[in-house]
């Protein structure tokens, strides 16, 4: 397959210890030697340009993997530097390394607002002491508590310096916003009212970047102008534009749940669906003497134009690279391999940012496509159909199934999810799509014409209402989704090599790939029925943090009480509670109030106290009566919630206990008073408000 046409892919050879050095630097990062390897990276380059020039004199073509080596140590090197050069905590101009009052912020991305809040990221120009300016750098996220704010991309800001880093997750399994914002360069953050800043200047970011926005916005009120249903307006905002902050949730998890979800980010698909219908409607101009270089022109700058409508989004921009490379490549070249494109592309984006390689979307788009290109013609291989239409349907079955199969370990590893219809959903929304997608552009580019604006408008909307339906019927059919797929790094590795494995004897016959792959799949077999035993053998207590609301699990086995003041449907719940439920995993689960009692094998609560197994815990939530118990109520944690007042005096005359627990629904007085009294009497207590949840086990 690859190893036959090592010399047609030669980009491709070479991007793999270029991406080694990226991914080592990324979990091993070493600032402190990077002198060290600036020095070896130079010595290195040196010693080949010499071999190079001394090639013919020392007979080195007998040993011609001593280049090899070397290219691939520079190459190595080089991606190690530039993830080291490219981290902003590095450069010494770090707006934390300074001393400030205040800081001039340049708003850098698309404001929204969501909840009242309006968030957006800013980098820093200028940090302001004592009247003092000295420029700087880095990027903060923002979020301003005000609904009424007109603020822009491009706005200068004048802001205090207050910010704190990113919180890391509090709770186990729970999303690790702290990570996904690092790999974007981004470890600080800062919450700001009204009136603590000030706007300086406007129009201050990237013209292209900035006109792209603004062009954007005005095509979406376009959208609103002849479109009723609000669903439509934000499929279609999302679908063409890639604007998608109007999607709602319910929208959202249809296409995640029937494995469509790709169709809601715009990417290469669309691109390539645009590449199409101009290579179609253009080729005419082969016949011509310099037809194809216009036509390549002219394919190329409306692809660009068409990023920017979408906001120069980073999916549409990598599409954009790779197919004016391909457009390129066509035009001056008799043959050219999709692959070594697809890999010249990801070398140019991962030289002008390493942390692209840390993307889900960059990870997804990329083997979606390496799934195309070289596994699709051999699922397509599968069956033969001599009917055309029979022969395309099954064509267009293989594009699915090759992608799927290809992004299946990556995507359960982060969603932790299966479609299992996604055959037949991605085979249905071929067509809404591409008429979604031309209805729209012609409506958006054409000026405003009373009969033709309205008629587009009307298919693009009822295109999309139609396939909103039918992904939402599919969603709700019998076992539609195989959900709570949790797999360790390990795991989803041992499904890549079985996938390339199998696919490779498909290729070459070879009985030992059959061998290998069936070595790897005992392997997964035992790792997965491990991690299960283990799971349904752990009993333990799991006091969650999820500031004013409450959650205790007490998991016994497969099965949970969650004691909380959230229903199952919350967006609490489902953030911060459920993707622990899911990774322990539990598959029985009761939800239970504080004020409810309960009595099974091994739980029971009484009021506010509770045995679990060998254990027992009182929940504290108001001030305990003026009589002490006699004797003291032994427990082994007291759990305070709902600011009872109670001072640590009075708990001690009524309980015997080991721990005590605070949670975020008490005041930060409060809580700073029983901290103060717990340390005077050495007694052990842990705070759950801004830290980390606590876990016990209790066998």
């Given amino acids: 397959m690859i190893a036959n046409h090592k010399g047609e892919i030669p980009f491709l050879i070479l991007l793999l210890p270029f991406i080694l050095g990226i991914g080592l630097a990324i979990n091993l990062p070493a600032a402190s030697f990077i002198n060290l390897l600036i020095g070896s990276f130079f010595i290195v380059g040196l010693v080949f340009i010499i071999l190079n020039l001394t090639y013919t004199r020392l007979g080195l073509y007998k040993f011609r993997w001593i280049g090899g080596i070397l290219i691939t140590f520079i190459l190595f090197l080089s991606g190690y530097i530039s993830v080291i050069k490219n981290n902003e905590l590095n450069n010494k101009r770090h707006f934390s390394k300074a001393q400030a009052q205040y800081l001039i912020v340049k708003i ?9 809040w309006l968030r957006f990221t800013a980098e820093v120009e200028e940090t302001v002491n004592n ?60 919450f700001l009212f009204p009136k603590q800043y000030e706007l300086l200047a406007t129009g201050k970011g990237n013209v292209i970047i900035g006109y792209s926005l603004q062009l954007r916005q005005r095509l979406i009120e376009k959208l609103k102008r002849n479109m009723r249903d609000t669903n439509a307006i934000a499929v279609a905002s999302t679908l063409i534009l890639g604007y998608k902050a109007d999607l709602s949730n319910d929208v959202l998890q249809a296409y995640s749940k029937t494995g469509t979800v790709h169709v809601l980010s715009v990417s290469g698909a669309h691109v390539a669906v645009i590449y199409i219908l101009l290579a179609f409607a253009l080729g005419f101009l082969n016949r ?63 030289l002008y940012n390493p942390l692209y390689i840390v993307d889900v979307g960059f990870q997804l788009s990329y083997l979606a496509v390496f799934g195309l290109i070289v596994f699709q013609p051999l699922v397509y291989n599968w069956l033969k159909f001599k009917n055309k239409l029979a022969d395309k349907l099954w064509a267009a079955c293989s594009v699915s199934i090759a992608a799927q199969v290809i992004t299946f370990p990556l995507s359960a590893f982060y969603f932790h999810q299966f479609p299992v219809y996604f055959l037949l959903s991605n085979l249905f929304i071929i067509i809404p799509t ?69 696919f490779y004897f498909l290729y070459d016959k070879r009985s030992w790939l059959i ?43 497969n099965a949970a009480i969650v004691l909380t003041d959230l229903k199952d449907t919350d967006k609490t719940y489902r953030y911060s509670v459920q993707p622990y439920l899911d990774s322990t995993q539990v598959s029985n689960t009761r939800l239970l109030t504080l004020s409810e009692n309960i009595k099974t094998l091994w739980m029971a609560k009484n009021n506010g106290l509770v045995q679990f197994l060998n254990i027992r815990m009182f929940l504290l939530n108001r001030q305990p009566d003026g009589d002490s118990l006699s004797p003291k109520l032994k427990t082994d944690y007291i759990y305070i919630t709902n600011n009872p007042r109670a001072s640590l005096t009075a708990v001690n005359h009524n309980f015997d206990y080991h721990l005590l627990i605070m949670d975020g629904s008490n005041s930060d007085a409060y809580i700073v008073k029983l901290k103060e009294e717990a340390k005077n009497k050495k007694i052990k207590y842990k705070i759950l408000k801004r830290n980390i949840s606590l876990v016990t086990v209790s066998n």
């Avoid at 700058?301 to 390129?328: D, E, H, K, N, T």
């Avoid at 070249?333 to 697809?342: A, C, F, G, K, P």
């Avoid at 949790?486 to 989803?492: H, I, M, S």
Wanted: net charge positive.
């Fill in 434 to 502: 591409m008429v979604i997608m031309y209805s729209g552009i012609i409506y958006l580019l054409l000026p405003q014409i009373p009969f033709v604006s309205k008629a587009a408008a009307f298919v693009l909307e009822n295109s999309i209402l139609i396939m909103n339906k039918f992904l939402t019927w599919i969603e709700h059919l019998p076992f539609a989704s195989i959900s709570k797929i949790w797999l360790t790094t390990a795991e989803y590795l041992l499904l890549y090599v079985i996938i390339i494995s199998l």
């Fill in 288 to 350: 011509f003497k310099y037809g194809k270089l216009l036509k390549a022109i002219i394919i190329i700058l409306i692809i660009w134009y068409y990023s920017l409508l979408s906001g120069f989004s980073p999916a549409v921009c990598r599409a954009a690279v790779m197919i004016s490379m391909v457009v390129i490549g066509k035009t001056y070249s008799r043959y050219i391999n999709t692959l070594n494109i697809l890999a010249i592309s990801a070398f140019g984006l991962l």
């Fill in 131 to 190: 009247g003092k300016k000295a420029q700087s750098t880095g990027t903060l996220i923002l979020s301003l508590k005000d609904n009424t704010s007109d603020l822009t991309y491009g706005d200068e800001l004048l802001i205090p310096a207050k910010y704190t880093t990113v919180n890391q997750p509090f709770n186990p399994a729970e999303f690790n916003y702290k990570r996904y914002l690092a790999n974007q360069n981004i470890y600080y953050q800062a």
């Fill in 515 to 557: 061998k290998f792959s069936l070595v790897c799949t005992l392997l997964l077999c035992i790792s997965i029925s491990l991690k299960r035993i283990n799971a349904s053998n752990v009993n333990n207590i799991a006091w969650l943090n999820l500031n004013k609301h409450k959650a205790i699990v007490f998991k016994n086995g």
């Fill in 108 to 116: 850098s991305n698309e404001p929204s607002l969501k909840n009242g």
